[in-house]
Each structure stands twice: as structure tokens, then as C-alpha cells.
């Protein structure tokens, strides 16, 4: 009987091994020409097959807007800069979302301000006031 299980675990063993080993069929890729070809496409015909009509909202809330522009922001500004402009003031107004960051009463200083449409993430404007 142990040897029977000894057998039993073997074969699930090498079962196990022999599936986990086996390549995955590759996966299709276009290329670079083929990435190149459709900047091209992009810049001269922005109607063609694209969901961005500069009419539909595509960044639609508050926190989608943050984590767009947090890391551009600390690539900036520097992360422990902004995280210190924390809570952050969002308002939504005539499609744009304009963030800022605020900082204690009594600190020197200024905070950050983003305007990004939202129907295409287009950044307007990134300044930070001292």
C-alpha cells in the first residue's frame, strides 16, 4: 500500500511538473512598424476608429483624476512634497477636473495645481505656487 501511494504521488508529481513546464503558445504582437504606422494614422485622422471625440467625458471621477496626475506630480515635485499637499481639493468644472494641494495654516509655502481635461486627459496646466 506505500508503495502504491509512493507511486500515486510520483506520477502526480511528475504530472505537475511536466504541465507547468510547457511553453505557452506566443503571443501576437504588431510591432514596432505597425505602432508606427498608427501614430501616423493618429495625428492625421482623429476620427478614425478613436473613442476620444474631445466631447465624452473619459476621466469621470475625482479619484481616477488623482492617480492620473499623483504621478506626475512626483516625478515633479517629488513624492514626499506632494504626499505633504495632502487632502487634495478637486473640482469639476466645464469638463476640466482642477486639483490642488493644501498645506497647513501657518506653513510657509504654496501648493500645487493641475487642470486636465477630462475628455481626453489633456494636462493644461502643472505649477506649483510658493
Request: positive net charge; glycine residues 4%; proline residues 3%.
Amino acid at each position: 500500500m506505500k508503495r502504491l501511494k509512493k507511486l500515486f504521488l510520483l506520477v502526480v508529481l511528475t504530472l505537475t511538473i511536466s504541465f507547468c513546464s510547457q511553453k505557452q503558445e506566443p503571443r501576437l504582437r504588431y510591432g514596432k512598424a505597425f505602432a508606427e504606422q498608427e501614430l501616423k494614422l493618429a495625428l492625421t485622422d482623429t476620427t478614425l476608429h478613436n473613442v476620444v471625440d474631445n466631447k465624452t467625458v473619459l476621466l469621470k471621477d475625482s479619484l481616477t483624476a488623482i492617480s492620473f496626475v499623483e504621478p506626475i506630480l512626483f516625478s515633479i515635485y517629488g513624492k514626499d512634497e506632494i504626499m505633504f499637499e495632502r487632502p487634495y481639493e478637486t473640482y469639476f468644472i466645464d469638463n476640466y477636473w482642477i486639483i490642488s494641494g493644501s498645506i497647513p495654516k501657518g506653513v510657509d509655502g504654496g501648493a500645487f495645481l493641475v487642470i486636465v481635461d477630462s475628455r481626453n486627459y489633456k494636462l493644461l496646466k502643472i505649477t506649483h505656487f510658493e
